[in-house]
């Protein structure tokens, strides 16, 4: 049952347990490393896939066009966000947790289902767009190329999701990077042509149909390998219904505080030249983001696998080193970012977009909070959890609204910025400590992690003063910089414990005879055994 809370997880001292069933014996932790790296690269790839282009649409188009084409992005994604819901999620989480108890062929029966579901929100989400366009006489048919897209997009969670729930994570990563890098390519080739916003949705809607009919094929092509019949799945059905709907709360609340609605009030209070430095600036934040939660998107499958073969125990082990690894990995980075973020913005943009770095350090704040969050939001999912988290969420979500309604009018970008942070973390901290509550024993080694807080300050402090020149010179030096202060540190301050050096070390290098695996061990503390 949705948000019944699971039993408490004892962690210390307790061996493995054997799992039941084959899907959760190849649910390991190498496996769901590996999911991770895949998942960072379908996720990272494409942000910076939308970096690059929004680079080159803000010098085609200026800081007005490019706040009106983000605007209208912002609305499409706001459609497929409303009319998708949390039945992805769901859909996620019980294909995994099905294939955990062993029940394939109620896999087929519940894909051909969900296609029924989604397609409505599919009509449903092109009609909406293309009104708009109606309504709007300027760049009308820029709204209905949208809607139509929209729908591609709608549709296309349903086999997505097949294929993450079944951890397959090679074919989703390749899918998106693929297409990604054609979109790339022939957005700039239609701004260069000449053709605008318009040209730039007609890019997307042609990509969002290549990505609709490669996870279609891939998704029944990996369904009939595990199933060649389908069987009855209505005691699924009744269990996705009430769990989607707790998630699509939860979802729609979450959009309002992570998803940029504070574009409605700079839309409403502001100027399309602060949408566009919001833009920017929220683009370069989430590219980082994507790369510090690899974890957080291939949790709630792999958790809910383990969950429906009963093996509760790694679900816990997986968890603490996970959260561990994770902020190991966000606070560097959001450290060297802080430095060196709003000069790379300036260079990349050109003058005219100076600004959007003053918004990007603001932003740049929530990122470790954020992070963690994904991960443990992800956990709680797998978990069957959506109450908890949610009410928190329903709490960041007025605390969003009433900061922007209060910051946007007078500050612009930057306000948004302002209630953007100050709302993740205010979602994002209850989250965390839920799920630790949740899996009682798990330790995230506080020990270890301001060691990995001092090594950050120290590549941050160091990148400052080196990028002072500025230009391209300053930022190669401030990176430079950045990267041996954070080495020196690694090897003073050690600041992995024993176990987890040794476990990312035979992950990373398969085997410690590596040079990776040498460099990792070396910042642990291998006297460690916590």
């Not at 649409?57 to 209208?72: C, D, K, N, T, V």
Request: net charge positive; glycine share 12%.
């Amino acid at each position: 049952m949705p948000g019944s809370p699971p039993p408490v997880i004892p962690v210390a001292g307790v061996p493995d347990a054997e799992p039941p069933q084959s899907a959760a014996a190849a649910t390991t932790s190498r496996s769901v490393f590996s999911g991770s790296l895949w998942y960072s690269a379908s996720s990272v790839l494409p942000q910076i896939y939308v970096v690059i282009v929004s680079v080159v649409a803000a010098r085609y188009l200026g800081p007005e066009g490019m706040g009106q084409q983000s605007f209208i992005s912002f609305a499409q994604l706001s459609a497929v966000m409303l009319l998708t819901g949390g039945l992805p999620v769901a859909l996620m989480r019980f294909f995994g947790e099905t294939l955990g108890a062993d029940r394939p062929g109620a896999i087929r029966s519940l894909l051909r289902w969900a296609w029924g579901l989604e397609a409505v929100g599919a009509v449903a989400g092109a009609a909406i767009l293309i009104a708009v366009g109606f309504y709007r006489v300027e760049l009308r048919s820029a709204w209905m190329v949208a809607g139509i897209a929209c729908a591609l997009t709608v549709l296309h969670t349903v086999p997505s999701a097949a294929l993450i729930g079944l951890q397959r994570w090679r074919q989703v990563s390749t899918i998106g990077i693929t297409t990604g890098a054609l979109s790339v390519v022939a957005t700039v080739a239609v701004l260069v042509a000449g053709y605008g916003i318009t040209g730039m949705f007609v890019v997307e809607a042609l990509m969002s149909l290549a990505n609709l009919v490669w996870a279609t094929v891939l998704a029944q092509r990996a369904v009939r390998e595990m199933a060649p019949v389908a069987t009855p799945a209505d005691d699924i059905k009744r269990k996705i219904l009430p769990y989607a709907g707790w998630v699509t709360i939860d979802v729609l609340l979450s959009y309002v505080v992570s998803r940029r609605s504070e574009f409605f009030f700079l839309e409403a209070y502001s100027t399309n030249q602060e949408i566009a430095f919001y833009s920017i600036a929220f683009g370069a934040m989430t590219a980082l983001l994507k790369l510090a939660n690899m974890a957080g998107g291939v949790a709630a499958p792999a958790v809910a696998t383990l969950l429906g073969a009963g093996d509760l125990v790694r679900i816990a082990r997986g968890y603490g080193r996970a959260m561990r690894l994770t902020l190991h990995l966000t606070l560097p980075l959001t450290a060297v970012a802080l430095a060196l973020g709003p000069l790379l913005v300036g260079l990349a943009y050109g003058s005219d977009y100076t600004r959007a770095g003053d918004v990007l350090t603001v932003l740049l704040l929530g990122v470790p909070i954020t992070a963690a969050a994904g991960l443990a939001g992800g956990v709680l999912s797998g978990l069957g959890q959506v109450k908890r988290p949610l009410a928190w969420t329903a709490v960041a979500t007025v605390i969003n609204v009433v900061a922007a309604f209060l910051l946007v009018p007078r500050f612009g970008a930057t306000g948004a910025a302002l209630a953007n942070t100050t709302a993740q973390a205010a979602a994002g901290l209850p989250v965390i400590v839920l799920a630790r509550r949740q899996l009682a024993g798990v330790s995230f080694d506080p020990a270890s992690l301001l060691r990995t807080l001092l090594a950050a300050g120290l590549a941050g402090l160091a990148a400052g003063p080196a990028s002072s020149g500025g230009g391209w010179g300053g930022l190669v030096l401030g990176a430079a910089a950045a990267a041996g202060a954070f080495a020196f540190a690694l090897v003073v301050l050690r600041p992995l414990s024993g176990e987890d050096g040794r476990w990312l070390a035979d992950t990373l290098g398969r085997g410690r005879d590596g040079a990776v695996s040498r460099a990792v061990l070396r910042s642990s503390r291998q006297e460690s055994t916590s």
